[in-house]
């Protein structure tokens, strides 16, 4: 076990409201006229001002967490799923999907991205049931272009799952799944711990769907048999796409199946009832206490229908306990209604702070003083399923208000970067920070790196499997979250000299990618990733002269738009040649900012530039436009327009470049 016992660097972080780390590498100072100078003055006054208003009574900060129209459609299936729904509802949630369709009556996954058959699909079924005209010409549209990409037969296993479970499409075409695998121990090498914690739940429910294939009946206007190209289409079932490569765990996994589909043929199935009934008491267990699975709506819908077809009635705790806490991530309007897939106040609460404290908020401001009281409340002492491999004691915090069994090494290092800035009463902070140190230590990969809920998950087949065709099913260290820690360490007084920092740091100088940029997995993308690995470097201690870190400056320089902002789209994720090419966002020209800076190019023409732009496009009321999606929940498959990144982030980026030009004199005007 690793003592919290550093040297007295840590006493004087703790008491520090200066981000220490990035100060090493940021120089002198910025000399700046006197206009720009009055205006950046403004512009985090402003910024201060709103995001102050914004706190919530109870202390902390939430913003939406905005996805596709797929989350609210599935909602509405749910609700039909369960007999449940509410047509009140349902025309308030037509209203929204309608809202986000295309002028050529698609549907996307992100702002500004191109349109996505899955996407469609869901929207248009969940259209129909909810008594939309299909002659209309936006359905048309929408149906054509369904028809164009190949049709039903062409989407994704789980949106053939959602038209199975309304007799839309043939349970046959979904890959086996069979709930035994529930039984399937923890040193197997293929077993539910070896998915990523998101997933997991995921797989428990869909092991019963799979199982018993319920069905739920649909009005005649609601069917989809036009979604299919042709009669004979709705019999064509697996459309698995074998590798060259014979021996591929792709090929291994579709053969697999084929033998998994004979055994589900057989009448003898001794074990069957106790592996459901094994996979519903996994699912009870694990529900949190806002009724959700894991904080998060995908395996909260699948878990319910899970329960329900096994006889778990409406008036089940778990049950009403689950429909009920949809309400809690719902938006309600006059016109409209949808769902969030997340909500997200620990991560927004933590930026906020420091964004505030950057902006040069005193540490005992009230408001600070009441949202680090709420962040300490919300430390995470009991366990979880990240305790299968790893036996460090309790101490992390979760992205969301109730995930208690998933706590996230990525919020628990930007808590603590937070929480060691603010005025709390210094032995109450110590043991929250101890704790979560602890907690990072002993979640530390092999690689050297940290994922972001698991330690050492990284069993890349577990991808292979047919079933997993919905984004990531694995959670590996990745180099952002790696950053994020490596920063909380660096500002405690910990750097190179410390083991589990040294190897972080060989893993961060492994991951570079050849043109010196960093891959972002929980934000958009390679400009994420260097706004994440520059401040850590220096809050390390590192030289940031070496070549490898000049190399990710020079790429920043290279990737500046002309309007002096930053910007890339989530298309980067499926084509990394367009890395760092799009629109200049609020969000990512911070996160480049902070990357200048920490890097001791704050005193540059592009940082300038870049501030330029964030005081130029900030609004009135001190915010920031975004419709851009910079947040990442699956790279390429699932991604975020978090409502709050347009606002802290470049809040911290304007605060830390004021910081530099006050330590300078005014330049005469030019």
């Known amino acids: 076990m690793v003592d919290f016992r550093p040297p007295t660097t840590v006493r004087a972080a703790l008491a520090s409201s200066q981000p220490s780390g990035t100060r090493r590498g940021e120089g002198e100072g910025v000399a700046l006229e006197p206009r720009l100078r009055s205006a950046l003055e403004r512009a985090v006054q402003r910024a201060q001002g709103w995001l102050l208003a914004q706190q919530h009574p109870e202390g902390y900060w939430w913003g939406e967490l905005e996805s596709n129209v797929t989350i609210t459609a599935e909602y509405l299936f749910l609700t039909h799923f369960m007999g449940v729904a509410d047509q009140g509802r349902w025309r308030k949630i037509a209203h929204y999907i309608k ?14 991205g191109p349109s996505d058959l899955d996407t469609t699909v869901e929207a248009y079924f969940a259209l129909k049931l909810a008594g939309e005209d299909p002659t209309a010409e936006p359905m048309k549209q929408a149906r054509e272009f369904i028809l164009s990409q190949g049709g039903i037969p062409n989407v994704r296993v789980f949106t053939k799952c959602w038209l199975a479970l309304f007799g839309q499409c043939d349970w046959k ?25 998101w997933a997991r739940a995921t797989v428990a429910a869909m092991l019963i769907l799979m199982t018993t294939r319920p069905t739920r009946s649909l009005p005649d206007y609601a069917r989809l048999d036009e979604l299919y190209p042709s009669p004979e289409e709705r019999g064509r079932h697996n459309i698995y796409r074998p590798t060259e490569e014979a021996l591929s765990w792709k090929n291994i996994f579709i053969g697999v199946d084929l033998l998994l589909r004979l055994y589900g043929r057989s009448p003898w199935k001794p074990f069957r009832a106790r592996a459901l009934h094994k996979c519903a008491q996994w699912l009870l267990a694990h529900q949190e206490a806002d009724g959700s699975w894991g904080g998060i709506q995908p395996p909260w819908v699948y878990a319910l229908m899970g329960l ?11 049950v009403k306990l689950g ?45 600070l003083l009441k949202a680090g009281r709420w962040l300490l409340k919300e430390q995470i002492l009991a366990g979880g399923d990240w305790q ?15 995930n208690d069994q998933y706590p996230d090494t990525d919020d628990a290092a930007e808590v603590m970067i937070a929480l060691r800035r603010i005025a709390l009463p210094e032995e109450e902070k110590r043991r929250a920070l101890g704790r979560g140190f602890r907690w990072l230590v002993g979640m530390q990969s092999k690689n050297g790196g940290w994922g972001s809920f698991d330690k050492d998950n990284t069993r890349r087949f577990v991808t292979q499997i047919p079933f997993a065709d919905f984004g990531e099913t694995i959670d590996p260290p990745t180099e952002d979250v790696t950053a994020h820690i490596v920063e909380f360490f660096g500002y405690m007084g910990y750097d190179r000299a410390f083991k589990p920092v040294a190897r972080a740091l060989e893993y961060l100088k492994r991951t570079q990618q050849p043109d010196g940029a960093w891959w972002g997995r929980w934000g958009v993308n390679y400009i994420y990733g260097i706004g994440a690995v520059l401040p850590a470097l220096a809050a390390n201690g590192e030289d940031m002269g070496q070549p490898y870190i000049r190399q990710a400056v020079q790429w920043l320089a290279d990737h500046q738009q002309p309007d002096g902002g930053w910007g890339e789209t989530c298309i980067t994720y499926d084509d990394p040649s367009q890395r760092g090419a799009g629109p200049s966002t609020a969000s990512q020209t911070a996160w480049a900012l902070l990357a200048l800076i920490a890097a001791g190019e704050g005193g540059s023409e592009r940082a300038r530039r870049g501030v330029e732009y964030l005081v130029r496009c900030q609004r009135d009321d001190g915010t920031w436009d975004e419709p851009d999606f910079t947040g990442t929940g699956f790279p390429g ?9 347009r606002h802290y982030w470049p809040l ?19």
């Not at 911290?652 to 030019?670: E, H, I």
């Open 99 to 112: 809202s986000k369709q295309l002028p050529d009556g698609t549907w996307n996954k992100f702002y500004g």
């Open 388 to 402: 299968v491999k790893c036996k460090a004691p309790p101490g992390g915090w979760s992205f969301e208000l109730h």
């Open 637 to 645: 498959a699932f991604l975020i327009n978090y409502h709050l990144y």
């Open 308 to 318: 329900h077809s096994l006889g778990y009635g409406l008036d089940h705790p778990a």
């Open 323 to 367: 429909l009920r806490g949809f309400e809690g991530f719902a938006h309600e309007t006059e016109e409209m209604f949808w769902t969030e897939s997340c909500l997200s106040p620990v991560w927004d609460t933590a930026l906020a702070a420091t964004a505030l404290l950057d902006g040069g908020a005193a540490p005992d401001h009230p408001a």
């Open 652 to 670: 911290s980026a304007l605060g830390r470049y004021r910081k530099l030009v006050q330590a300078q004199r005014t330049l005469p005007m030019l």
């Open 173 to 197: 075409g979904v890959p086996m799944m069979p709930p035994e695998f529930i039984f399937l121990p923890k040193w197997f090498p293929l077993n539910i711990y070896e998915f990523g914690s």
